[in-house]
């Protein structure tokens, strides 16, 4: 399994970045797959995930609204994509996927649900 993010940058609050996550060595849309983000000095936390073939979402409380996941079944790409920036969103940017569970289990956002993880993307909002 392999998971390779892009898309973070720079960007100035208010704006919008979308991240990518490339995805190979698994069935693509047959699992939970989800975005989470760690900021320096705090603990990784789960922003968004999406069940297998995309019937369900779910998002962090603090991205509703804000942020949107999708994937790409053709190209074995999820996305993440950012709106309305705040600084607080500045974090490194992971990929993961779950490995076990095609559908949402209550701790979607959880990480130690998810079994394989990519190498990040920063995202600075300044």
């Known amino acids: 399994v392999q998971l390779v993010e892009s898309g973070g940058g720079l960007v100035q609050p208010g704006g919008s970045l979308r991240l990518s996550c490339a995805a190979s060595?698994?069935?693509?849309?047959?699992?939970?797959m989800g975005w989470f983000r760690q900021a320096p000095g705090k603990e990784r936390e789960g922003v968004a995930a999406?069940?297998?073939?995309?019937?369900?979402?779910s998002y962090a409380d603090s991205v509703q609204g804000r942020f949107t996941i999708s994937q790409d079944k053709d190209k074995n790409i999820l996305y993440l994509q950012m709106n309305n920036l705040k600084p607080e969103d500045t974090a490194m940017y992971y990929c993961?996927?779950?490995?076990?569970?095609?559908?949402?289990?209550?701790?979607?956002?959880?990480?130690?649900?998810?079994?394989?993880w990519g190498h990040g993307t920063q995202v600075t909002v300044s």
């Open positions: 993961a996927v779950d490995h076990v569970h095609a559908r949402f289990t209550g701790d979607e956002l959880k990480d130690w649900q998810y079994s394989y």
């Open positions: 060595g698994f069935t693509f849309s047959s699992y939970c």
């Open positions: 999406i069940e297998s073939g995309a019937s369900r979402t």
